[in-house]
Protein backbone atom coordinates (compact mmCIF):
# COMPACT_ATOMS: atom_id res chain seq x y z
CA UNK A 1 0.00 0.00 0.00
CA UNK A 2 1.36 3.33 -0.97
CA UNK A 3 1.54 6.22 1.68
CA UNK A 4 -1.30 7.86 0.11
CA UNK A 5 -3.89 4.80 0.47
CA UNK A 6 -2.54 4.62 4.07
CA UNK A 7 -3.74 8.48 5.53
CA UNK A 8 -6.73 7.88 3.79
CA UNK A 9 -7.81 4.61 5.27
CA UNK A 10 -6.78 6.43 8.90
CA UNK A 11 -8.41 9.52 8.48
CA UNK A 12 -11.48 7.54 6.90
CA UNK A 13 -11.16 5.48 10.40
CA UNK A 14 -11.14 8.36 12.21
CA UNK A 15 -14.13 10.38 10.73
CA UNK A 16 -16.65 7.16 11.04
CA UNK A 17 -15.08 6.89 14.56
CA UNK A 18 -16.06 10.69 15.76
CA UNK A 19 -19.52 10.16 13.34
CA UNK A 20 -19.96 6.80 15.77
CA UNK A 21 -19.42 9.03 18.94
CA UNK A 22 -21.27 11.95 18.11
CA UNK A 23 -24.23 9.70 17.34
CA UNK A 24 -24.40 8.15 20.94
CA UNK A 25 -23.89 11.76 22.76
CA UNK A 26 -26.72 12.77 20.30
CA UNK A 27 -28.91 9.77 21.29
CA UNK A 28 -28.07 10.30 25.40
CA UNK A 29 -28.92 14.05 25.22
CA UNK A 30 -32.02 12.99 23.67
CA UNK A 31 -33.31 10.35 26.07
CA UNK A 32 -32.04 12.90 28.81
CA UNK A 33 -34.58 16.06 27.33
CA UNK A 34 -36.73 14.06 25.83
CA UNK A 35 -40.88 13.48 27.16
CA UNK A 36 -41.01 10.80 29.19
CA UNK A 37 -44.43 8.60 28.43
CA UNK A 38 -46.43 9.92 30.73
CA UNK A 39 -45.64 13.62 30.51
CA UNK A 40 -46.69 16.74 28.49
CA UNK A 41 -50.04 16.64 26.00
CA UNK A 42 -49.09 12.90 26.78
CA UNK A 43 -50.40 12.84 30.94
CA UNK A 44 -53.81 10.01 30.91
CA UNK A 45 -55.29 13.15 32.25
CA UNK A 46 -55.34 14.95 29.06
CA UNK A 47 -56.04 12.03 26.76
CA UNK A 48 -58.65 11.43 28.82
CA UNK A 49 -59.89 14.95 28.02
CA UNK A 50 -59.06 14.65 24.13
CA UNK A 51 -60.79 11.70 24.01
CA UNK A 52 -63.94 12.04 26.17
CA UNK A 53 -66.95 10.80 24.65
CA UNK A 54 -68.82 14.14 23.02
CA UNK A 55 -72.14 13.38 24.65
CA UNK A 56 -73.55 11.72 28.07
CA UNK A 57 -76.63 9.87 28.22
CA UNK A 58 -78.59 11.31 31.28
CA UNK A 59 -81.46 9.16 32.64
CA UNK A 60 -83.94 11.33 34.98
CA UNK A 61 -83.26 10.27 38.28
CA UNK A 62 -79.90 8.58 37.73
CA UNK A 63 -77.56 10.13 39.94
CA UNK A 64 -74.58 8.28 38.30
CA UNK A 65 -75.39 10.41 35.01
CA UNK A 66 -76.03 13.41 36.67
CA UNK A 67 -72.13 13.41 37.51
CA UNK A 68 -70.22 16.40 35.70
CA UNK A 69 -68.25 16.04 32.78
CA UNK A 70 -64.55 16.37 32.94
CA UNK A 71 -63.28 20.05 33.37
CA UNK A 72 -62.82 22.33 30.57
CA UNK A 73 -61.18 20.87 27.96
CA UNK A 74 -57.78 23.00 27.41
CA UNK A 75 -58.61 23.91 23.66
CA UNK A 76 -61.28 26.79 23.73
CA UNK A 77 -62.56 25.69 20.31
CA UNK A 78 -63.99 22.56 21.35
CA UNK A 79 -67.65 22.43 21.33
CA UNK A 80 -68.93 22.46 25.17
CA UNK A 81 -69.54 18.99 26.39
CA UNK A 82 -73.33 18.70 25.85
CA UNK A 83 -75.26 16.70 28.14
CA UNK A 84 -77.65 14.43 26.35
CA UNK A 85 -77.26 11.36 23.41
CA UNK A 86 -78.91 10.79 19.95
CA UNK A 87 -82.41 9.60 20.57
CA UNK A 88 -82.23 6.40 18.91
CA UNK A 89 -79.20 5.71 22.43
CA UNK A 90 -81.06 6.90 24.99
CA UNK A 91 -84.12 5.18 26.51
CA UNK A 92 -87.94 6.96 26.59
CA UNK A 93 -87.07 7.80 30.04
CA UNK A 94 -84.34 10.08 29.24
CA UNK A 95 -84.57 13.52 29.78
CA UNK A 96 -83.40 15.76 27.12
CA UNK A 97 -82.41 19.13 28.30
CA UNK A 98 -82.73 21.92 26.20
CA UNK A 99 -80.93 24.07 28.04
CA UNK A 100 -77.64 22.34 27.73
CA UNK A 101 -78.30 21.12 24.35
CA UNK A 102 -78.77 25.07 23.67
CA UNK A 103 -74.92 25.73 23.59
CA UNK A 104 -74.88 24.13 20.26
CA UNK A 105 -77.12 26.81 18.59
CA UNK A 106 -75.72 30.05 20.87
CA UNK A 107 -73.05 30.75 18.96
CA UNK A 108 -75.94 32.88 16.70
CA UNK A 109 -79.01 32.59 19.11
CA UNK A 110 -76.66 34.47 21.78
CA UNK A 111 -75.37 36.87 19.64
CA UNK A 112 -78.31 37.54 17.10
CA UNK A 113 -76.20 37.60 14.07
CA UNK A 114 -77.82 37.39 10.91
CA UNK A 115 -80.91 38.29 12.36
CA UNK A 116 -81.23 34.46 14.49
CA UNK A 117 -83.53 35.41 16.98
CA UNK A 118 -81.80 35.69 20.09
CA UNK A 119 -82.56 33.75 23.46
CA UNK A 120 -84.34 35.88 25.83
CA UNK A 121 -85.68 38.28 22.75
CA UNK A 122 -89.78 38.70 23.90
CA UNK A 123 -90.32 40.59 20.56
CA UNK A 124 -88.23 38.02 17.93
CA UNK A 125 -89.72 35.32 19.81
CA UNK A 126 -93.37 36.37 20.39
CA UNK A 127 -94.68 35.70 16.84
CA UNK A 128 -92.82 32.90 16.17
CA UNK A 129 -93.93 31.22 19.64
CA UNK A 130 -97.22 31.61 18.15
CA UNK A 131 -97.12 29.50 14.94
CA UNK A 132 -96.14 26.49 17.97
CA UNK A 133 -93.24 24.40 18.61
CA UNK A 134 -94.09 22.00 15.92
CA UNK A 135 -93.72 24.45 12.82
CA UNK A 136 -90.72 26.26 14.65
CA UNK A 137 -89.36 22.40 14.51
CA UNK A 138 -90.51 21.77 11.21
CA UNK A 139 -88.93 25.39 10.27
CA UNK A 140 -85.56 24.42 12.46
CA UNK A 141 -85.47 20.56 10.56
CA UNK A 142 -84.95 22.21 6.87
CA UNK A 143 -83.04 25.09 8.11
CA UNK A 144 -84.68 29.10 7.43
CA UNK A 145 -82.70 32.56 6.11
CA UNK A 146 -79.28 32.21 7.26
CA UNK A 147 -79.41 28.93 9.94
CA UNK A 148 -78.82 25.33 8.21
CA UNK A 149 -80.93 22.90 8.58
CA UNK A 150 -80.56 21.58 12.21
CA UNK A 151 -78.86 24.65 12.76
CA UNK A 152 -75.92 22.99 11.66
CA UNK A 153 -76.12 20.17 13.66
CA UNK A 154 -76.91 16.95 11.86
CA UNK A 155 -76.00 15.12 14.80
CA UNK A 156 -79.13 15.90 16.97
CA UNK A 157 -82.04 14.00 16.80
CA UNK A 158 -85.21 16.09 16.03
CA UNK A 159 -86.49 15.59 19.47
CA UNK A 160 -83.10 17.08 21.01
CA UNK A 161 -83.85 20.19 18.72
CA UNK A 162 -87.33 20.61 19.64
CA UNK A 163 -86.39 20.72 23.60
CA UNK A 164 -84.22 23.19 22.48
CA UNK A 165 -86.64 25.07 20.46
CA UNK A 166 -88.84 24.65 23.42
CA UNK A 167 -85.57 26.08 25.93
CA UNK A 168 -85.26 28.82 23.68
CA UNK A 169 -89.12 29.84 23.59
CA UNK A 170 -89.53 29.69 27.19
CA UNK A 171 -86.42 31.75 28.08
CA UNK A 172 -87.86 34.60 25.75
CA UNK A 173 -91.21 35.37 27.07
C1 LIG B 1 -75.39 29.83 11.84
C2 LIG B 1 -76.19 30.51 12.82
C3 LIG B 1 -77.29 29.70 13.47
C4 LIG B 1 -77.16 28.58 14.24
C5 LIG B 1 -75.88 27.83 14.61
C6 LIG B 1 -78.48 28.24 14.68
N1 LIG B 1 -79.38 29.12 14.19
FE1 LIG B 1 -81.40 29.08 14.46
N2 LIG B 1 -81.60 30.74 13.34
C7 LIG B 1 -80.59 31.44 12.73
C8 LIG B 1 -81.13 32.55 11.97
C9 LIG B 1 -80.33 33.55 11.17
C10 LIG B 1 -82.53 32.50 12.16
C11 LIG B 1 -83.57 33.43 11.57
C12 LIG B 1 -84.01 32.85 10.25
C13 LIG B 1 -85.03 33.75 9.57
O1 LIG B 1 -86.01 34.09 10.22
O2 LIG B 1 -84.78 34.08 8.43
C14 LIG B 1 -82.79 31.37 13.02
C15 LIG B 1 -84.04 30.97 13.41
C16 LIG B 1 -84.32 29.90 14.22
C17 LIG B 1 -85.64 29.49 14.62
C18 LIG B 1 -86.92 30.17 14.25
C19 LIG B 1 -87.38 29.58 12.94
C20 LIG B 1 -88.61 30.29 12.40
O3 LIG B 1 -89.35 29.62 11.68
O4 LIG B 1 -88.78 31.47 12.65
C21 LIG B 1 -85.51 28.39 15.40
C22 LIG B 1 -86.61 27.58 16.04
C23 LIG B 1 -84.09 28.09 15.48
N3 LIG B 1 -83.40 29.03 14.76
C24 LIG B 1 -83.56 27.03 16.17
C25 LIG B 1 -82.20 26.74 16.22
C26 LIG B 1 -81.66 25.63 16.93
C27 LIG B 1 -82.45 24.63 17.73
C28 LIG B 1 -80.31 25.66 16.74
C29 LIG B 1 -79.24 24.71 17.30
C30 LIG B 1 -79.40 23.30 17.03
C31 LIG B 1 -80.02 26.80 15.90
N4 LIG B 1 -81.19 27.43 15.61
C32 LIG B 1 -78.74 27.15 15.49
C33 LIG B 1 -79.24 31.13 12.80
C34 LIG B 1 -78.70 30.04 13.45
Known amino acids: MSDKEDDFTRVFIWVLALLV ?5 VMLLARSVGMNENSG ?11 MPYGTVKVAGDEAAAKPAPAATPTPAAPAPVAAA ?16 YAACAACH ?17 PRAAVGIDALLASALKGKGAMP ?18 YMVNASK
Open 149 to 166: PKGGRMDFSDAQIKAIIE
Open 41 to 51: PMKDKYIDIRT
Open 21 to 25: LFTIV
Open 110 to 126: TTGVANAPKLGDAAAWG
Open 86 to 101: PAEAAPAAAAIDGQSL
